[in-house]
């Protein structure tokens, strides 16, 4: 069964350095999603992206967050300087089609721990 | 921003017992779906509900749209252990989705 997958599963890093999560969506899904889950707290929507463009993004992804379809299979969200805050564990998904039926699938995600 | 409230938080119940989780909202939402989480994994998709008043039956899973597609309740019949985890409703439209904070429940054999 296809599968969204993400690597690393868990990122440490010091404050202040750049990270690059990497998810590779299901082969033939058009449109990704990076969400994010501090420990304890909901599912927050990050971005949107279809067709090498951002759809849709939140509050939270402001100009230290970037994300990117650098070749056909991966898709990347960067955080250029990482701050504590930024510690939690972030989810990419993707989609096959536009209908309200067309299910999101969620890669195992990636911890971040920014120390 | 459009809020998800899910009822109750936790819910501790014994293995055969009925139960119903809500989740509601001031928005109405052109869809919403129910979602259920395993510890260290991502959410996995139960069911979508998109028309006002729809109910969809998974087994022992009832999910019901509010008339209004403001709310939604998820119930169980006859819980098992198996049961046990995160259950979560999120809405929103096709570019952006808003998730509730979840349901953690636990059935005891």
């Known amino acids: 069964e296809p599968e969204v997958t993400q690597t690393p599963s868990h990122q440490v890093t010091q404050m202040g350095q750049e990270v690059i999560l990497r998810c590779v969506p299901i082969s033939n899904h058009l449109y990704f999603y990076w969400y994010r889950q501090i420990l304890g707290q909901k599912v927050e929507f990050l971005v949107s992206?279809?067709?090498?463009?951002?759809?849709?993004k939140s509050e939270i992804f402001d100009d230290q967050f970037s994300v990117e379809r650098p070749d056909g299979s991966n898709f990347t969200l960067k955080i250029r300087s990482t701050k504590l805050e930024d510690s939690a564990m972030y989810f990419c998904?993707?989609?096959?089609?536009?209908?309200?039926?067309?299910?999101?699938?969620f890669g195992p995600g990636t911890r971040l721990t920014v120390l | 921003t459009q809020l998800l409230e899910q009822s109750p938080q936790f819910l501790s119940i014994q293995e055969g017992e009925n139960l119903t989780v809500y989740c509601n909202s001031s928005s109405v939402f052109s869809s919403l779906q129910w979602y259920r989480q395993e510890p260290g994994e991502g959410p996995v998709l139960l069911v979508t509900?998109?028309?006002?008043?729809e109910v969809k039956k998974l087994k022992r899973l009832t999910f019901q749209f509010g008339d209004a597609r403001k709310d939604s309740s998820l119930h169980i019949t006859a819980a098992q252990p198996g049961d046990t985890g995160l259950y979560l409703c999120?809405?929103?439209?096709?570019?952006?989705?808003?998730f509730g904070s979840g349901t953690k429940l636990n059935v005891k054999p």
């Open positions: 509900v998109v028309t006002g008043g």
């Open positions: 998904a993707s989609r096959g089609g536009t209908s309200a039926y067309n299910e999101q699938f």
């Open positions: 999120a809405g929103g439209g096709f570019n952006k989705f808003y």
């Open positions: 992206f279809y067709n090498n463009e951002i759809s849709e």
